[in-house]
């Protein structure tokens, strides 16, 4: 079935013409192409969200070959993002909703913050009192906003790793896999330092059990830089322990703090000095 987002005549009328006022997003696509028809319906539902924000074009390589060797296109599907008659951003393959939104938030031009852009600033500077609120007024104006709900996961965690875990089971699996795993991995280790759980923990004496299940401790009561410690720790001086579970307990952290966070900037720094 046609797609009403479909080049019909003319590129320029249809394409560049339009990109002098609004960001025009380029789906090149065939039939034939398996992801292609799995990121189209995603490219469309984000064009209908949209409204005037931008518009989305989708050229059928086969039809349009011209065109496809004007932007020298080599691997379908790819999104080419044109704006004032140039092209500003592009991207190849079928890429998850989530994904797709980022690229979109961080190349379309002169788009004011919202909710979540808002959320992350002050996630970033450390102001997860602030993010929350921002992240809890954006889902309740969208539901489906897994962006913002991925965010809340990290922001609840550093106080409460159970609702987390809750939130993050709200997510759909693709996309997002590492946050769920890394969520529900954390969460389970502040169980069984409850004695919530049978779990069973191997490969250590009863030293370095201690100590892990001080570390599973120190997480369960938001102490991260404690249990951050004592992992890095046992990490020295045991990897069988528990299959190599304060590494792994680590790195989940780890990821859930960011890249920016000063915990984990120097915690990924000592871990580096471990490994290597």
């Not at 502040?190 to 004695?195: K, N, Y």
């Not at 190599?244 to 000592?270: C, H, K, Q």
Request: charged fraction near 25%.
């Amino acid at each position: 079935m046609p797609s009403p987002h479909d080049l019909q005549n003319d590129f320029r009328a249809e394409v560049l013409d339009p990109s002098m006022a609004a960001p025009v997003v380029v789906d090149f696509w065939a039939e034939w192409c398996g992801p292609c028809k799995i990121l189209g319906p995603v490219l469309e539902k984000l064009a209908t969200e949209a409204g005037e924000t931008w518009k989305l074009v989708k050229v059928d390589t086969e039809a349009w070959p011209d065109i496809a060797q004007v932007f020298r296109i080599q691997a379908i599907p790819t999104v080419v993002m044109i704006h004032q008659g140039q092209p500003v951003s592009q991207f190849q393959g079928a890429l998850p909703e989530a994904d797709v939104r980022n690229w979109l938030r961080e190349n379309l031009p002169g788009r004011p913050p919202g909710g979540l852009d808002l959320a992350r600033e002050a996630f970033a500077r450390g102001d997860h009192e602030q993010a929350r609120t921002l992240l809890v007024r954006t889902l309740a104006k969208e539901p489906d906003a897994h962006e913002a709900r991925s965010l809340l996961v990290r922001v609840l965690f550093r106080s409460d790793p159970e609702a987390a875990a809750t939130l993050a089971g709200e997510l759909p699996a693709e996309g997002f896999e590492d946050l769920k795993s890394n969520v529900t991995l954390l969460r389970d280790l502040a169980r069984w330092s409850r004695g919530e759980t049978s779990r069973e923990v191997s490969g250590g004496g009863e030293e370095d059990l201690a100590a892990y299940g001080s570390a599973a401790a120190a997480l369960a009561e938001g102490d991260l830089s404690g249990a951050a410690g004592s992992w890095l720790s046992l990490m020295e001086r045991n990897r069988t322990l528990d299959d190599d579970g304060a590494r792994r307990a680590a790195v989940a952290l780890f990821d859930l703090l960011g890249a920016d966070d000063p915990l984990s900037r120097e915690g990924r720094r000592r871990m580096a000095g471990i490994l290597f």
